[in-house]
């Protein structure tokens, strides 16, 4: 069969997984050409868990790990298999290409196909971690999923993505037809808000680092790591000042109690590193983040200082969590890796830009092929090296 992408609603439904296969071999290989430049430090992870494994900084945040620094990686994602016939999701794919690359390099692997919110999956690393006779040094959290239900109580939970306080209004991009539509977005309740904070904030890391510590499977000088986005002040009614931004203050406000947590315990650390804004399978479909993305890329390309995730999280290892010394933080205690991102420089061009940017002008004003290359990659199309014109023979393997 030949597989084409099905794109609804600025949602790609299925994957290539020849695609998504050779865009893991893509980040592998930058790793290693950076592992060729730079000179490793003794203090480097060596068993590492990644929550979140399958698709974007954690799946960059494995082969970074992996494939740099020779690391052990167990990793727990959710993720649809594919059969003979009917496409699985592109982590599906992403984890068996890292499996596999792993497996020729010699490199320890462990994957996990379950909900990584679920106390079963935490029961499944730990006893994993106590088999193997190993304790994990380093924590990788990167879950991003819509919905979690609580282990405690059972109850299930949906986030929102909606304005606090006042109604938002704002434009987007069909990926199909670049054709400009108007969203209008009525503020959340508190429901909404509290709901949205129980998934994506940062109760269900904290559960995953006590379980791991009091089961003792956690090093000493274990660090730990959730990510998190802060983004422009155009973005800010609608992500960092609405639901998700509570839930990503959470987050942030959970890093200072598992730190000290950390400290006290295992004499480790815990951390949220503030990333790069990038095409994700949700960026896509956020009002006004398709037209700064497109128009922020256009601007860091230019300049030189445009990263993707594999870039991002190489330079969160070799350049924050493991240089030999402290880990370097901003005031309020965060990792900055959107340092470039928020470049004033960079930040007063694109604002100006926006106001500019129309149907007609769009790809002359911003970077929208770029936009659009980078969603089809995540979903393992328009790679390069990839014939799309070959009959895939089934939709269950490599």
Request: hydrophobic content about 35%; glycine content about 8%; some cysteine.
């Amino acid at each position: 069969m030949i597989i084409k992408p099905l794109v609804r609603s600025n949602m790609c439904l299925n994957a290539h997984p020849f695609g998504c296969a050779k865009d893991v071999e893509r980040q592998i290989n930058y790793i290693l050409s950076k592992k060729k430049q730079k000179k490793i430090s003794e203090q480097k992870p060596k068993i590492v868990v990644v929550l979140g494994c399958s698709t974007g900084y954690g799946l960059a945040s494995r082969i970074a790990a992996a494939f740099e620094y020779d690391a052990t990686t167990i990793g727990v994602s959710f993720e649809r298999p594919g059969t003979e016939t009917k496409s699985g999701t592109p982590g599906w794919y992403n984890n068996m290409a890292f499996d596999k690359a792993a497996k020729e390099k010699g490199l320890k692997s462990i994957t996990f196909n379950m909900d990584a919110f679920s106390d079963e999956a935490r029961v499944q690393v730990i006893k994993q971690l106590q088999e193997m006779g190993v304790q994990a040094d380093l924590i990788i959290y990167s879950l991003a999923s819509p919905v979690r239900t609580d282990p405690e109580t059972g109850v299930f939970y949906r986030s929102v993505l909606k304005p606090i306080g006042e109604n938002f209004s704002g434009n987007t991009i069909d990926i199909i037809s670049s054709k400009f539509s108007a969203i209008h977005v009525e503020p959340a309740n508190q429901e909404e808000i509290d709901n949205t904070v129980k998934v994506m904030g940062g109760e269900d890391w904290e559960r995953w680092i006590t379980q791991m510590q009091k089961a003792n499977v956690l090093a000493s000088g274990c660090k730990t790591v959730a990510y998190s986005y802060i983004g422009p002040s155009l973005s800010h009614a609608i992500y960092r000042d609405g639901t998700i931004g509570e839930a990503k203050k959470h987050l942030e406000k959970t890093a200072k109690h598992l730190n000290s947590f950390m400290k006290e315990n295992v004499a480790g650390e815990a951390y949220v590193s503030i990333n790069k804004g990038l095409v994700t399978r949700s960026s896509a479909v956020i009002p006004i983040m398709p037209f700064y993305i497109s128009i922020l890329y256009k601007v860091m390309k230019r300049n030189g200082s445009h990263e993707g995730c594999i870039e991002q999280c190489e330079r969160l290892f070799s350049d924050r969590l493991y240089t030999g010394g402290s880990v370097p933080v901003d005031e309020n205690g965060l990792i900055r890796l959107d340092e470039f991102e928020m470049d004033p420089e960079v930040q007063k061009e694109v604002a100006e830009t926006i106001l500019k940017i129309s149907e007609e002008n769009l790809n002359e004003m911003s970077d929208f092929k770029g936009f659009l290359h980078d969603f089809y990659i995540i979903h393992g199309f328009d790679v390069e090296g990839v014939d799309y014109s070959a009959e895939v023979d089934r939709l269950d393997q490599l």
